[in-house]
Each structure stands twice: as C-alpha cells, then as structure tokens.
C-alpha cells in the first residue's frame, strides 16, 4: 500500500475515535490548577536540566575537535569535526521548539541557530568574511558580539561541510586557515552559549514551577503550563510552514532544498525527526533515557483512548520522518519526492490539529477568548 | 531592564521605600478607595454564544449587561452625555447606542450593505459626531463614517481612511482631526469577513485626517520589511503622542517590533521589549492605553497573557505583568495604574510602576468573558 494512503487511513480512524473522547471532554469541569503543578515541575525541573547539561557537553567536544583538527588538519579528522557537529546538532534540534526563558533571552535561539534566513544573510555575510577575514571573527568573545548570522550552527556548518570550504580545511591554505581558527571561535561561542543557557535554566524553572498569585510572572500553574502547551503546539507549526513549506515552495517547480533548513550539511529532515523528539517530551515526559513516561502534558489527559490515539498518531509521523532519506534535497531528486515531501507536511498538518483539538481541549491550555479569537 | 525602571522610577518621583510615596500611588494596586466611583464598561460574552455591553464598579461588582445582536468589540463614549456607542466588531452589521447608567437601547445604527463596520467609533469632543470604521469591502478601501447625534443618529457622511481595514480611531488633541489605524487587511464578506485576503500585500498605516473635511494631513507607515504587521490598536496621550500596538500576520518566530510611537509628522518609531518579553507577547497586541498621567502606555497582549507597560517619554520598556487571556485595558485616575480586564473573566487593578497586580473584589464580573477593549467612564 502506497505511504499516504496507509497514514490516511491510520490518521483518520484514530480521529473518529479522538471525536468520540472530545465529545465527552466538552462537559468536563476546570482541571484544579494544583493538577498542572506535577507536570511543570517535572518537565521544567527534571527533564530539561539533564538534556541542557548534554547540549552543553556536546558543544564542548565540538570544540575540542575541531580544535585538534586544526592543530593537525587532516581528512579523517575532518569526519570526526562534522561527526561532532551532527551530534551537537542532534541535541539542539531537540530542544529547539523549547521556546521559552533563557532559550530566548538576548537573543539565544538566534545566536546558537539564525534560520529561517528568508534574506541570505548569513551566506552574503560569510562571502564576505571569507574574502576579508577579520581577525576579530577568530576570537570568540569578539565573535559573541557579532551578527547572529555569523556565530553558530548555520556559519559552522557553512565552514564544515561546504565543499569548497572542506577543500581549503584540508589542504590548511591561507582560507583554510582562517576557516579553523573561525570555526574554532563559533564552537567556543557555542559552549560558551549553552553553559549560560544551562546555568540560567534552574532560575526560570523555579519561577515556572512555582507559579502562583504573587507572581507577577506566572499567576498560575496553569497559566505557565500554557507555555509549555504553546512550545508543543508552535514547534509543530513551525515544522509545517518553515522546515517544510518553506522548501516545498507554491508547487513543484517552485520547490527549492536550498530553502529547507540545515542542508549544506544535508540534514533538514533529520533535523525535523529530532523536532519531534523534543516535542513529544512536552507532552509524554520522557525524553531518552530521561523523566518519566506519562508525566508530562499527557499526565492531565484522563482519557486512555485518546492518549493512546494521539502516541499514535505521532508514532505514525515518527515513522514517515525516518522512512525518508535526512535530506530534502536527496529527497526532492526522487520521483515522487515533492509528493513525499506534501505528504509529510499533511501529516504534520494533522499533529497540529489534535493537538488544537484534542491536547489543547482536554488540557484547558488551548487558549482563552481573546487569545484564540481576538481583533 | 531594571536599569530602566529604576530610572522611570526617579523621574516619577518614586525612589524611595513605599511608605514615603505619594499617597495617590501609594494606594495604588490597593483595594479601591471608596470615592473610586468610577464605571467600567465593555464588550462581553457569556458561555453561549451570548454577546453582552456590560459595565461593573471600581470593584468589579456588574452594573448591568445588555444583550447585543451580535459580538461587540470597543465601546465609544459621548463626552458629557448618557449616550455610549456600541459598534458590532468587524464584518460588522449593527450599531447600538446605549444609556451608560442602565445599558437601555437609545438608538440603533445600520451599516449600508456595501459596508462592514470595524468595532472601533469614537465621539467628537462637543458628542455631536460619532465616527466609525468601516470597511467598504468590494473596493477594498477603509472609510470613517460619520453620525449626527442630535439628529438621530443620521449617517452625514463618509471620509476615505486612507486605507485598508481601518480598526480603531481616536481623537487628536484639540479635537479637530482623528488618528485612523489602517491595518492593512483587506476582507470580503463572501470569504467569512474576517479571513486576510491580501497578506502578501497589506500595506497598513497610521493615518490623520481632518474630522470635518476628511483632507488627509499625516500619513505614516513601518518600512517595507515590516509590511505584515497589522496596526490595528492605538492611543494618544494629551501631548499628541500616538503609541501603536501591532499584529504580525508572519511566522510566529519572525523577529519583529510590535509596539510603535508615532509623533505626526515624523517616521513610526518601532520599539521592542527584551527578548525573553518579546517573544511571550506571541506577535499579537490587542489593545493600547495611555495612564493618567500620559507618561505610561499599557499594550495588552492576550495570546501571551501578559500586558507590557512602556515609558512614553523615553519609548523604554518598563515592566510586564501577567494577565492570562487579558486585554481590555482601561487607565484609572492614577499615575501608572490600570485596570485590566480578561477573557478568562478577571478583573484586575494594575500597577504599572511598582509592578502589583491585585484582583477586583467583586467576584460578579468573573461571570462574563471580558472582550477586547475597556473604557473608563469617570463618575
């Protein structure tokens, strides 16, 4: 059976039987605000903090590889550098839609990640830097204070898997020079970055996990549950009309992988599956080896059949994600790659809709009447 | 930050520990004193697609609801008169007028069919002249209509509002000419009334025109880059100064200001909260308001359940204070003090620069779901 027929029909029967479990929702009284308490305090205080200390290790071996790379440039090292990077990025991509506090605070998420850039920035900009190379560019604290198009993931990647780059790194040239000791300043930035980030995140945690009237801040433990409902609920948004219709274009001859989000490195949908990894913490509470299965979002859901639907429902998505090849460009080359690539955004589309519907209804983080339908 | 606010702090003349502060801040973010006899007045909704005027004490205690057609939106006041207009919010059909003391019916308004009223109209200052924003939708152009009060209400004229999809309007000091929020959105009844037509395209602006001719005298837009952001809400403080709030029609991690000021005759000046506010303000201000003292601009942000304060001399951030679902906004007789109205049904009494937030008393008004906009009616 073709892939979007099957997920068609998985999706739609689990709709019909998530209609039955919202119908009955509607009557449901106020979830007492003690009931967000567990939630928050277990995604904010026992998830993130573990996953923050990983990101933060991560960049601190990126740095440390590809400063011995450049001490001794070299091919095979080169793989270790870009090995590296995937798995800084892997763990970023993963909490990326976590989208609140010291994640956005001076700027952080565009400094560690500047996409989408609708304008070609961050490329005019690294052609020229490329061509002038400023010396401030190699010192990492110079560097923090640079455009945001300049210091992280997309610059590194520029500098660690674009072809001409990659040529300049191994043969050590005058460019290739310049390349490692400024991609050595963006990874120090980096970790630099992720330790604020690290350290910054228990504050935050506990003014969230502690909401209550006096906060002028989070009055409620539902009112800060909502943000976590809304990072869920933006992140898959932004998967569907960003790390998707952004390449996917008005249609097929419109379609450009360039577009798509970390594709110099060919890893747009492995970004996407790495999404997806991080939002379903929101909502389950385990997160890899971390937390704990049903504490999340999903401990407020008191319908079994509709948390089983939504798991899914998501597994399902999952699946089409991995089923994929890691790069919209590869993908797009296929046949039916467009088709491919509509029927995933589809299926996004889908998630987003239960989690409207059904997350935000049977949470009560849905949003109030003039958040959902003001002027 | 707090830098700034240590500084607003100074120039407002409350440096000192609280109880060396001027007694009318002082009590301020306190229970209402009792000659606080001030009327509160909105549009609302019930749990049944029930649309309401209702108007509550400074303790929040309802007065009393009037049932509406349809769902409202902003409230005009005619100055020195029982007379409130009540205008359907966008793609609107009906006009109400309405005795502020009782909410009785005193006169209705009728939009032409080539026409949808916006839910924004403003009075002039001697209550002769109600003006409201319409939408003349097969021509995709705004236009400010004009009602003779003293003569039931007749529809005297219609000026062009220099625009597409004007929302809310205000008097300029001296009373002679009304700033007009264009916000860029064209609609058509045959597409719901209230779905963008035009995102690609939209080209808001601020506009003033002349009340009595409708001459254009001032225009101003935000560069081209920011041309999806829909100005949409605005006050203007005594001195002229008009502070805007916006609604992004763009991707929800764009980073784009939200907030302008305009001085008529200068450029808008974007302004932006820090980022961990920014973002939390969700691309979305749904109402403006100066305080008392016109030194204080509140900017409600309902899809982030927060409303930001800004200090209108120096266009500085000032402080945010939650408020979920909250957005009607309404400046008591205080400096920097608000009262805040929500969704969800609170009413709260907010104060701006010690940054306290305390719940109307009266439980009565948390029967209702508070609409977007609040107006103060000074006893």
């Known amino acids: ?126 052609r020229k830097l490329l061509f002038s190379k400023p010396a401030s560019y190699t010192d990492p604290v110079q560097l923090a204070e640079a455009s945001a198009a300049l210091q992280g993931f997309p610059a590194l990647e520029e500098v660690l898997f674009d072809d001409s780059n990659i040529d300049h790194l191994t043969k050590g040239d005058e460019d290739g020079v310049f390349l490692c000791q400024y991609g050595t300043a963006i990874a120090t930035n980096l970790q630099t970055i992720t330790g604020e980030l690290r350290d910054e995140w228990p504050e935050f945690a506990e003014a969230m996990a502690t909401a209550g009237p006096d906060s002028m801040d989070y009055p409620t433990a539902k009112f800060a549950a909502t943000d976590l409902y809304r990072a869920l609920h933006e992140g898959l948004l932004i998967i569907s009309t960003q790390k998707l219709g952004r390449p996917l274009g008005e249609n097929e001859k419109d379609a450009k992988a360039s577009r798509a989000e970390s594709e110099v490195s060919k890893r747009s949908l492995r970004n996407v599956a790495h999404n997806l990894t991080g939002l379903l913490a929101i909502y389950d509470g385990k997160w890899g080896d971390v937390g704990t299965e049903g504490a999340g979002l999903a401990s407020l859901i008191d319908s079994s059949l509709l948390d089983r639907s939504f798991r899914l429902n998501w597994q399902t998505v999952t699946d089409a994600v991995l089923e994929r090849p890691e790069s919209i460009d590869t993908l797009l080359a296929q046949s039916d790659g467009y088709q491919s690539l509509v029927d995933l955004k589809s299926q996004i589309d889908f998630l987003i809709t239960l989690v409207e519907n059904d997350i935000g209804g049977t949470t009560q983080l849905g949003g109030g009447f003039n958040a959902l339908d003001g002027d | 930050m707090r830098h700034q606010r240590r500084e607003f702090l100074k120039l407002m003349g409350v440096g000192g520990a609280f109880t060396l502060l001027p007694l009318n801040i002082a009590r301020a973010a306190s229970t209402p004193a009792i000659e606080d006899r001030a009327v509160y007045i909105s549009a609302s909704a019930g749990d049944a697609d029930d649309f309401y005027v209702s108007a509550f004490n400074a303790s929040g205690k309802i007065l009393f609801e009037q049932a509406l057609p349809g769902r409202g939106h902003d409230i005009g006041l005619r100055p020195n008169h029982v007379d409130v207009a009540a205008v359907e919010r966008r793609p609107g059909l009906y006009g109400l007028i309405l005795d502020r003391h009782t909410g009785d019916v005193r006169a209705k308004l009728h939009c032409p069919e080539d026409r949808r009223f916006y839910g924004h109209a403003i009075y002039s200052n001697d209550g002769r002249f109600l003006y409201i924003t319409e939408n003349d939708f097969d021509h995709a152009r705004g236009v400010v209509s004009v009602w003779d009060a003293e003569d039931g209400y007749r529809r005297v004229a219609e000026f062009d509002s220099f625009g597409t999809g004007p929302h809310e309007l205000h008097l300029m000091p001296g009373g002679e000419q009304l700033v007009i929020a264009n916000g860029g959105l064209h609609t058509h009844p045959d597409f719901d009334g209230r779905t963008a037509l035009n995102i690609d395209s939209m080209e808001p602006n601020l506009s003033i025109i002349d009340r009595h001719t409708g001459k254009l005298i001032h225009q101003a837009s935000l560069k081209h880059d920011w041309h999806q952001l829909s100005i949409r809400h605005l006050d203007v403080a005594a001195n002229g100064t008009i502070a805007a709030g916006f609604q992004y029609q763009g991707e929800i991690n764009d980073q784009v200001p939200l907030v302008g000021v305009w001085q008529p005759g200068k450029e808008i000046r974007p302004i932006e909260a820090p980022d961990n506010v920014q973002y939390r303000m969700r691309q979305y201000c749904g109402s403006v308001r100066f305080d008392a003292s016109g030194q204080v601009f509140g900017i409600s942000c309902p899809r982030g359940g927060l409303v930001t304060f800004w200090d209108a001399k120096t266009n500085d951030f000032l402080t945010h204070i939650a408020a979920p679902d909250g957005c009607g906004l309404a400046a008591t007789d205080r400096p920097g003090e608000f009262v805040g109205t929500s969704g969800l049904g609170n009413g709260w009494r907010m104060d701006a620069i010690r940054r306290k937030r305390v719940e109307l008393p009266d439980d009565s008004h948390k029967s209702l779901h508070w609409d977007n906009h609040l107006r103060r009616i000074t006893a």
């Open chain 1, 1 to 126: 059976m073709p892939l979007s027929s099957s997920w068609r029909i998985t999706l739609l029967s689990t709709a019909a039987a998530l209609a039955v479990s919202f119908t009955s929702q509607n009557a449901q009284a106020d979830i007492p605000d003690e009931n967000y308490r567990p939630a928050l305090d277990h995604l904010l205080t026992k998830v993130m903090p573990p996953k923050l200390d990983d990101f933060h290790d991560a960049t601190g071996d990126l740095t440390k590889s590809i400063t011995d790379f450049c001490a001794s440039p070299d091919a095979d090292d080169l793989k270790d550098v870009q090995e590296d990077f995937h798995n800084a990025m892997d763990i970023w991509q993963e909490i990326q839609p976590w989208r609140m506090g010291p994640l956005v605070a001076k700027g952080r998420d565009q400094h560690i990640e500047y996409w989408p850039d609708k304008h070609g920035t961050a490329a005019r900009q690294f």
